[in-house]
């Protein structure tokens, strides 16, 4: 297996962008990194942590964003270079403390956040664009457009931060954070960290005490003295380029995804004559002359952005104020709705964009071709709903919790939360869970769902989080819960792990993010010392674990909470072999003639069983089936068997 | 390094979560950067990864990094893991001239079994999939994985055959580099599965 730190400078390598992130953190030296895991930002500290012994850092999955970067900035305080890594969600979670730091300043080493954004949600709950925030706040903010500069920028914003003084942010998007691409390696240096929060009182040292915040006017003027200088800086930064000719038709200002997807429009119209591109790279505070020179090139100017029009709005508000002898630009992008300030952006987005804009004709197959994809039938190619993975303690435990509220009969429901089991909303789960939004939010609406029967409200609401969750946002609502006497049952679907971003370790697990032994802060007796009534029960036994969700449902009044325990399938697999062998008898499935209306295949719906239709009976597809034993639970005929493998 | 006939090669790797796609992605990529090419991989991931539909697309070129997303029409090549998937791919991303490598073996979507409405016919899916393609290799993977012992390679079966259509350039070294990088305790397995694929490929 190779490693990010691998020793061969010059080389060629192929890394995603978040381990190109990494390494360049490992060339700018950095002796600390925190980070709470999202997509797409994860492998920053994954890859980091796997090297961490060896190159004597210090890496650590924190209980949430927030803490990783306080605890980030202390190292800072203290010398030494610290990475902090999140996505768009942990920006929003760190947003208070940001809006200090910028006027406190960091300490005598650099401090860079590195905020992963996910356009198109592939696997978030929103696609908020990140890139405002250093307008907003006043930090300095860089974006790379390939995966060589998402390397290359770090030691770089290092460089910046402790110059200036001040935190840096760079921003990537799912599409180089989590794309892979050449990289050629440089050295890592030797660095000797040696930590000490030293304590001057004399205002013109490089770090004077207190670290404060205070007199915040003074300190807001300061933080945008500096960001003018800053705006020097990248005035001549080589990661803003122009690329094309000298008089263009059109000029494509871009960044991030946007630059290698021009590229490959300009390209694939050749148009490379005709289309002048301005990269950007250094974004915030903007490059005023560089920008400036550019318009000039052009009448007609194109943003070619992800998400949110942020160059867009910046560089028409800037040119809006531009000296008389200036001439005006046309301006085309949202704001003319030749692209989508959502979703996510593509090549086929930019192409047409440009050819709406200049007229050059593109069919990117023939006639002939469209008509054979048009005849394609639709049930041929019928979507894939998502589920859980075969042998998923989740799927037993929205069965417990499925059947314990159809039970109360008092309609019942689910409040969910940020995990493999927000999947819940849809069939995996059985439609259970009907509010989904950020990381606590389900423990948050139930305390208030909870205090709503003085209004005549009777339904049971039951709060579903993951482990991960519970420690990272999930404490304080059970606190709230018990203390005001709100009536709702909190689930704890206890994995065992960090397990929708790739198993990452909590506080609750046995190993730290450097494989060290950790201090497992135990779930129950947290909840316990809260004062909540604490059940524990293993999902996979259907009966008991539906018996007890019941009965936590039913009673009257309190927060309470029911640990659903077991390990995450894809963990399970890495370590042991299969425990059952799984069969069905064909004697015994009756088919569509059953009673059941198919049970197993319509409604518990593994994707490791299949309905023949030719036999009328359901099948195990022994490629898919992990063979955990559940389904035959709910067989009613009992048709399917499991076999315990010695 | 070899100039390439076409610059870039777009290849979509197409299957469900769970099958190894990104893992097929990786080894081809891999073992090309080692051989000097540029390689930019674009993959779906995430909740995708959970009997979702899936896909990759890898882009080579011997002249520069390309972005990680192939537009709408512009594969030369389509790895199929599974014929469902690799349809909807053609669908977006084929052409007249685009050659398919598919496993026909189906994998049931949970919708597929309890809509009612079935997996498709495989004779009549497969007849689709060749009908959009140049030119078809029809490569019993998953079948001939189960035979070697262990149904995930069928992935280097499948590699295995795409590099005998001849379409992308790889050196037996180059590959077998990768396999004992990346997969050191079962380097026979694969290397078997890998030769298997070639001599099913050849045969078409």
């Given at each position: 297996?190779?490693?990010?730190?691998?020793?061969?400078?010059?080389?060629?390598?192929?890394?995603?962008?978040?381990?190109?992130m990494?390494?360049?953190?490992?060339?700018?030296?950095?002796?600390?990194?925190?980070?709470?895991?999202?997509?797409?930002?994860?492998?920053?500290?994954?890859?980091?942590?796997?090297?961490?012994?060896?190159?004597?850092?210090?890496?650590?999955?924190?209980?949430?964003?927030?803490?990783?970067?306080?605890?980030?900035?202390?190292?800072?305080?203290?010398?030494?270079?610290?990475?902090?890594?999140?996505?768009?969600?942990?920006?929003?979670?760190?947003?208070?403390?940001?809006?200090?730091?910028?006027?406190?300043g960091?300490?005598?080493?650099?401090?860079?956040?590195?905020?992963?954004d996910?356009?198109?949600?592939?696997?978030?709950?929103?696609?908020?664009?990140?890139?405002?925030?250093?307008?907003?706040?006043?930090?300095?903010?860089?974006?790379?457009?390939?995966?060589?500069?998402?390397?290359?920028?770090?030691?770089?914003?290092y460089?910046?931060?402790?110059?200036?003084?001040?935190?840096?942010?760079?921003?990537?998007?799912?599409?180089?954070?989590?794309?892979?691409?050449?990289?050629?390696?440089?050295?890592?240096?030797?660095?000797?960290?040696?930590?000490?929060?030293?304590?001057?009182?004399?205002?013109a040292?490089?770090?004077?005490t207190?670290?404060?915040?205070?007199?915040?006017?003074f300190?807001?003027?300061?933080?945008?003295?500096?960001?003018?200088?800053?705006?020097?800086?990248?005035?001549?930064?080589?990661?803003?380029?122009?690329?094309?000719?000298?008089?263009?038709?059109?000029?494509?200002?871009?960044?991030?995804?946007?630059?290698?997807?021009?590229?490959?429009?300009?390209?694939?119209?050749?148009?490379?004559?005709?289309?002048?591109?301005?990269?950007?790279?250094?974004?915030?505070?903007?490059?005023?002359?560089?920008?400036?020179?550019?318009?000039?090139k052009?009448?007609?100017?194109?943003f070619?952005?992800?998400?949110?029009?942020?160059?867009e709005?910046?560089?028409?508000?800037?040119?809006?104020?531009?000296?008389?002898?200036?001439?005006?630009?046309?301006?085309?992008g949202?704001?003319?709705?030749?692209?989508?300030?959502?979703?996510?952006?593509?090549?086929?987005?930019?192409?047409?964009?440009?050819?709406?804009?200049?007229?050059?004709?593109?069919?990117?197959?023939?006639?002939?071709?469209?008509?054979?994809?048009?005849?394609?039938?639709?049930?041929?190619?019928?979507?894939?709903?998502?589920?859980?993975?075969?042998?998923?303690?989740?799927?037993?435990?929205?069965?417990?919790?499925?059947?314990?509220?159809?039970?109360?009969?008092?309609?019942?429901?689910?409040?969910?939360?940020?995990?493999?089991?927000?999947?819940a909303?849809?069939?995996?789960?059985?439609?259970q869970?009907?509010?989904?939004?950020?990381m606590g939010?389900?423990?948050?609406?139930?305390?208030?769902?909870?205090?709503?029967?003085?209004?005549?409200?009777?339904?049971?609401?039951?709060?579903?989080?993951?482990?991960?969750?519970?420690?990272?946002?999930?404490?304080?609502g059970?606190?709230?819960?018990?203390?005001?006497?709100?009536?709702?049952?909190?689930?704890?679907?206890?994995?065992?792990?960090?397990?929708?971003?790739?198993?990452?370790?909590?506080?609750?697990t046995?190993?730290?993010?450097?494989?060290?032994?950790?201090?497992?802060?135990?779930?129950?007796?947290?909840?316990?010392?809260?004062?909540?009534r604490?059940?524990?029960?293993?999902?996979?036994?259907?009966?008991?674990?539906?018996?007890?969700?019941?009965?936590?449902i039913?009673?009257?009044?309190?927060?309470?909470?029911?640990?659903?325990?077991?390990?995450?399938?894809l963990?399970?697999?890495?370590?042991?072999?299969?425990?059952?062998?799984m069969?069905?008898?064909?004697?015994?499935?009756?088919?569509?003639?059953?009673?059941?209306?198919?049970l197993?295949?319509?409604?518990?719906?593994?994707?490791?069983?299949?309905?023949?239709?030719?036999?009328?009976?359901?099948?195990?597809?022994?490629?898919?089936?992990?063979?955990?034993?559940?389904?035959?639970?709910?067989?009613?005929?009992?048709?399917?068997?499991?076999?315990?493998?010695? | 390094?070899?100039?390439?006939?076409?610059?870039?090669?777009?290849?979509?790797?197409?299957?469900?979560?769970?099958?190894?796609?990104?893992?097929?992605?990786?080894?081809?990529?891999?073992?090309?950067?080692?051989?000097?090419?540029?390689?930019?991989?674009?993959?779906?991931y995430?909740?995708?990864?959970?009997?979702?539909?899936?896909?990759?697309h890898?882009?080579?070129?011997?002249?520069?990094?390309?972005?990680?997303?192939?537009?709408?029409?512009?594969?030369?090549?389509?790895?199929?893991?599974?014929?469902?998937?690799t349809?909807?791919?053609?669908?977006?991303?084929?052409?007249?001239?685009?050659?398919?490598?598919?496993?026909?073996?189906?994998?049931?979507?949970?919708?597929?079994?309890?809509?009612?409405?079935?997996?498709?016919?495989?004779?009549?899916?497969?007849?689709?999939?060749?009908?959009m393609?140049?030119?078809?290799?029809?490569?019993?993977?998953?079948?001939?994985?189960q035979?070697?012992?262990?149904?995930?390679?069928a992935?280097?079966?499948?590699?295995?055959?795409?590099?005998?259509t001849?379409l992308?350039?790889?050196?037996r070294?180059?590959?077998?580099?990768?396999?004992?990088?990346?997969?050191?305790?079962?380097?026979?397995?694969?290397?078997?599965?890998?030769?298997?694929?070639?001599?099913?490929?050849?045969k078409?």
């Amino acid at each position: 297996m190779q490693y990010i730190d691998i020793d061969a400078p010059g080389s060629n390598q192929l890394f995603i962008g978040n381990e190109a992130m990494a390494r360049g953190a490992l060339e700018a030296g950095i002796g600390w990194a925190s980070a709470y895991p999202g997509t797409p930002s994860s492998e920053i500290l994954g890859s980091l942590a796997e090297v961490a012994k060896k190159r004597g850092i210090y890496v650590e999955w924190s209980v949430n964003e927030k803490v990783a970067i306080e605890a980030g900035a202390a190292a800072s305080y203290a010398g030494i270079r610290s990475l902090v890594a999140m996505k768009m969600n942990g920006l929003n979670v760190v947003i208070d403390f940001l809006s200090t730091i910028v006027l406190s300043g960091i300490g005598k080493k650099g401090l860079v956040l590195m905020v992963g954004d996910d356009p198109a949600a592939h696997s978030s709950s929103n696609e908020t664009d990140s890139r405002p925030v250093s307008k907003w706040l006043d930090i300095p903010l860089v974006e790379p457009g390939d995966f060589q500069e998402a390397k290359d920028m770090i030691p770089y914003l290092y460089d910046i931060s402790e110059e200036f003084g001040t935190i840096c942010i760079l921003r990537s998007v799912t599409r180089v954070a989590h794309a892979r691409g050449n990289i050629r390696l440089g050295e890592i240096p030797k660095v000797v960290h040696k930590a000490r929060f030293e304590q001057y009182f004399d205002p013109a040292a490089p770090m004077p005490t207190p670290i404060m915040c205070v007199p915040s006017s003074f300190r807001h003027m300061f933080q945008h003295m500096r960001l003018d200088k800053i705006r020097e800086k990248f005035e001549t930064s080589t990661y803003n380029k122009y690329v094309g000719p000298e008089k263009p038709d059109l000029l494509i200002v871009t960044s991030g995804s946007g630059w290698l997807y021009s590229q490959d429009a300009v390209n694939a119209l050749k148009a490379e004559n005709r289309i002048g591109i301005l990269k950007l790279g250094t974004l915030w505070p903007l490059p005023e002359k560089l920008v400036k020179s550019c318009l000039s090139k052009a009448d007609k100017v194109l943003f070619i952005e992800e998400t949110d029009p942020f160059l867009e709005g910046v560089i028409m508000e800037f040119a809006a104020g531009f000296s008389p002898e200036s001439k005006r630009n046309l301006f085309y992008g949202n704001h003319t709705r030749h692209l989508n300030s959502f979703g996510e952006l593509t090549p086929d987005a930019v192409i047409k964009a440009i050819t709406g804009v200049l007229d050059i004709p593109y069919a990117p197959r023939d006639a002939d071709y469209m008509k054979k994809v048009e005849a394609v039938p639709q049930q041929y190619v019928m979507d894939r709903l998502l589920t859980f993975c075969p042998g998923c303690p989740h799927r037993a435990s929205f069965w417990a919790i499925k059947n314990a509220l159809a039970m109360d009969g008092r309609h019942g429901f689910v409040t969910g939360d940020i995990g493999c089991y927000s999947m819940a909303l849809g069939p995996a789960g059985f439609f259970q869970t009907r509010t989904h939004q950020c990381m606590g939010a389900g423990a948050g609406l139930a305390n208030g769902f909870g205090q709503l029967h003085r209004f005549g409200f009777d339904q049971p609401v039951v709060s579903v989080v993951g482990d991960s969750t519970f420690y990272h946002s999930i404490i304080p609502g059970l606190v709230n819960g018990v203390h005001n006497h709100s009536d709702f049952t909190l689930v704890i679907l206890d994995n065992g792990a960090t397990a929708m971003t790739g198993f990452q370790p909590h506080p609750g697990t046995e190993l730290t993010a450097m494989g060290e032994p950790a201090a497992q802060i135990s779930m129950e007796n947290i909840c316990r010392a809260i004062g909540a009534r604490v059940e524990v029960c293993d999902p996979f036994d259907l009966k008991s674990t539906t018996r007890t969700m019941l009965s936590m449902i039913e009673q009257k009044e309190g927060a309470r909470v029911a640990i659903m325990r077991r390990t995450c399938e894809l963990v399970r697999q890495k370590k042991e072999e299969k425990p059952y062998k799984m069969k069905i008898d064909p004697e015994k499935c009756l088919g569509e003639d059953c009673g059941c209306n198919r049970l197993c295949t319509r409604v518990f719906r593994c994707p490791g069983l299949i309905w023949d239709p030719v036999a009328g009976k359901t099948k195990i597809d022994e490629v898919i089936c992990n063979e955990c034993g559940v389904c035959a639970d709910i067989c009613p005929e009992g048709a399917i068997t499991r076999e315990a493998v010695a | 390094m070899n100039k390439l006939a076409k610059d870039p090669i777009n290849v979509v790797v197409a299957g469900v979560g769970g099958q190894g796609n990104v893992m097929v992605t990786l080894v081809l990529g891999n073992t090309l950067v080692h051989d000097g090419y540029f390689v930019t991989i674009g993959e779906t991931y995430g909740a995708s990864q959970r009997g979702g539909s899936v896909m990759s697309h890898l882009k080579i070129s011997a002249e520069k990094q390309y972005s990680p997303l192939i537009p709408e029409g512009q594969a030369d090549i389509v790895l199929g893991m599974e014929p469902v998937e690799t349809l909807r791919v053609l669908k977006s991303y084929g052409n007249q001239n685009v050659v398919t490598v598919v496993n026909p073996r189906p994998i049931h979507a949970v919708d597929f079994t309890g809509s009612g409405a079935g997996y498709p016919d495989m004779r009549e899916l497969l007849a689709q999939i060749t009908g959009m393609s140049a030119k078809t290799y029809i490569v019993e993977a998953t079948g001939e994985a189960q035979k070697l012992g262990n149904s995930m390679l069928a992935n280097m079966i499948l590699i295995g055959a795409l590099i005998q259509t001849g379409l992308v350039t790889i050196s037996r070294e180059a590959i077998e580099k990768t396999i004992v990088d990346m997969f050191p305790k079962a380097v026979k397995e694969n290397i078997a599965a890998l030769s298997k694929g070639r001599e099913l490929a050849a045969k078409q």
